[in-house]
């Protein structure tokens, strides 16, 4: 479907905290390029009809202030809007409200790059000690590699065969790879190396099936 390393190698993920009106916060960024235009990209994470193609079904109002809701996950408020350059909104799930960021720029080259950042409240101790950020992170390496595969052909990939997929042996090898620059992103942003391995291995556990039913919740992308 994807080769698995050529797509690991293209994302840069990074730890990071900033505080904002809500308070401290925890930043996952995810980012990579695609051969497309700015509008191009946005109109794939904007237009209702195109974020099924490579993410979840989407309803609501897609504008400034509108609700949407991604069916099975998340749901949210739109709270900024500037096309083509990005769009905020909250980030609904399992009780608990935390944000995400995405912005859009052309490189050097014209390419398109599309960054996203996932913005959690400091305190959630327990459960940012028990995955690391893996916990959100592996779920948006998922979907930057949808984006990836929606970008470079017109057609959608079949629900089926990527569940079918990430459940053999190369997409085991993608998440655990996923959850592996996970590990090195948080260790870089100064975190005790034996813990964020701790984290990073049930993280990775959970998203591989080793461990079922212990999916990290909020976890998904």
Same mark, same amino acid.
């Not at 390029?33 to 509008?39: A, I, L, P």
């Not at 490189?107 to 996932?118: A, C, I, N, P, V």
């Not at 053999?168 to 655990?176: A, I, M, P, S, V």
């Given at each position: 479907m994807i080769d698995v390393t050529q797509q690991i190698n293209a994302?840069?993920?990074?730890?990071?905290?900033?505080?904002?009106?809500a %308070?401290?916060? /925890?930043?996952v960024?995810?980012?990579q390029?695609?051969?497309?235009?700015?509008?191009d990209v946005w109109d794939a994470c904007t237009n209702p009809e195109r974020i099924p193609r490579w993410f979840l079904p989407v309803s609501g109002e897609l504008r400034l202030g509108g609700r949407y809701q991604l069916e099975g996950n998340a749901a949210g408020t739109v709270e900024r809007c500037d096309p083509p350059k990005g769009f905020a909104?909250?980030?609904?799930?399992?009780?608990?409200m935390s944000w995400i960021e995405v912005s859009l720029s052309t490189?050097?080259? %014209?390419?398109? /790059?599309?960054?996203?950042?996932?913005l959690a409240t400091v305190g959630d101790e327990q459960h940012w000690d028990e995955f690391g950020p893996g916990a959100v992170g592996i779920g948006w390496d998922m979907a930057v590699m949808g984006l990836a595969l929606h970008m470079a052909?017109?057609?959608?990939?079949d629900t089926e065969v990527v569940n079918a997929w990430l459940a053999?042996?190369?997409?085991?090898?993608?998440?655990?790879l996923s959850g592996e620059r996970w590990y090195e992103a948080d260790v870089a942003a100064g975190a005790d190396k034996a813990k964020a391995r701790s984290a990073a291995d049930r993280c990775a556990a959970a998203y591989t099936g080793a461990f079922p039913g212990e999916e990290p919740t909020g976890s998904e992308g």
């Open positions: 994302v840069r993920r990074s730890v990071g905290a900033r505080v904002i009106e %308070g401290e916060m /925890r930043v960024t995810v980012s390029t695609y051969d497309s235009t700015v509008e909104a909250t980030w609904e799930y399992g009780g608990g490189d050097m080259d %014209g390419r398109t /790059r599309f960054q996203l950042e996932h052909s017109a057609h959608p990939e053999g042996d190369e997409g085991k090898r993608f998440l655990t």
